[in-house]
């Protein structure tokens, strides 16, 4: 059974940052992309960053370029968001995603879902 696992979120103000994980498994880890996604409250859920298991190539959504990295640690099964200069509009429950056949920041192309965690940014 495909488990993704986020954890990190939390209360910052702005200008701050975190740091976001997810933890997976029950995959074959090289044959999957790992993307974050986020939802806010009366919002359609948008990409945020995408990382490749197998080569490391990276995606980002243009409101957190510059701000937002992704990495990952294949030994541990788990990818990170590092998340800098936070924004009250980065407020969201932020959820990470498995896709094996897949690529980049579309909603339908991720098969495995977290269950998220919450990142609020106000002062």
């Known amino acids: 059974e495909v488990q993704l696992v986020e954890s990190g979120g939390g209360l910052v103000k702005p200008g701050e940052s975190l740091r976001l994980s997810c933890a997976a498994s029950?995959?074959?880890?090289?044959?999957?992309?790992i993307g974050w996604f986020r939802q806010a409250p009366g919002k359609e859920r948008e990409g945020v960053s995408c990382?490749?298991?197998?080569?490391?190539?990276?995606a980002y959504g243009d409101s957190v370029k510059g701000r937002f990295t992704i990495s990952n640690d294949n030994a541990r099964k788990t990818v990170y968001l590092e998340m800098n200069s936070l924004k009250p509009e980065d407020t969201a429950v932020y959820y990470c995603?498995?896709?094996?056949?897949?690529?980049?920041?579309?909603?339908?192309?991720?098969?495995?879902w977290g269950r998220g965690t919450q990142v609020t940014v106000s002062s």
């Open positions: 995603a498995a896709t094996r056949l897949g690529w980049g920041l579309e909603i339908v192309a991720y098969d495995y």
């Open positions: 029950g995959l074959t880890w090289n044959d999957y992309a």
């Open positions: 990382i490749s298991s197998p080569d490391g190539s990276t």
